[in-house]
């Protein structure tokens, strides 16, 4: 039986809160030199404030028989800045999305992508767009594996 993916609660909060930190704990392993170690990465407060914001929403892949949260993203709804030379766009702008380490390769990303794909069209979004540190392997596969393709790079000197 597939995962029920609907718009977040704020009673998801504890299970998005687990979530964020296990994603967290990745990039602080694998660069401690812009990532902190800290127990709560989400507060409260915040995941109000996305829940309630108009540009902003949390969606979550919940277990349909034992209502585990087993997955999330927060999304940002944008439109580019005008300047004559840009096409006037709106678009998805993924923040974050992590599926539980010990669900994953289930097709649960899959199912909440697929709801992105939905919810943009009916906002009228011309693409879903998002940011993956080189160093995330498993995730570029993923979003490659959903059809996605690199538009651009970020790269970094790091002054020593």
Do not use: W
Not at 52 to 71: F, S
Not at 90 to 107: A, M, N, P, T
């Amino acid at each position: 039986m597939p995962h029920l993916v609907r718009l977040a609660q704020i009673e998801d909060y504890e299970g998005v809160s687990r979530l964020v930190s296990q994603i967290h704990q990745l990039h602080v392993i694998a660069r401690p030199d812009i990532y902190a170690a800290y127990d709560n990465p989400m507060g409260i407060e915040y995941y109000r404030k996305i829940l309630i914001e108009e540009q902003t929403a949390v969606i979550v892949a919940v277990h349909p028989t034992d209502g585990t949260l087993d997955a999330y993203t927060i999304i940002r709804i944008d439109e580019a800045a005008y300047r004559p030379i840009f096409q006037k766009r709106k678009y998805i702008f993924i923040d974050d999305f992590c599926v539980d380490e010990k669900k994953r390769s289930q097709g649960i990303g899959k199912m909440i992508f697929e709801f992105l794909i939905e919810y943009a069209k009916e906002i009228s979004a011309t693409d879903i767009e998002f940011s993956v540190a080189e160093f995330n392997t498993g995730a570029i596969e993923f979003y490659q594996s959903l059809g996605m393709s690199t538009r651009s790079r970020r790269m970094e000197y790091i002054i020593e």
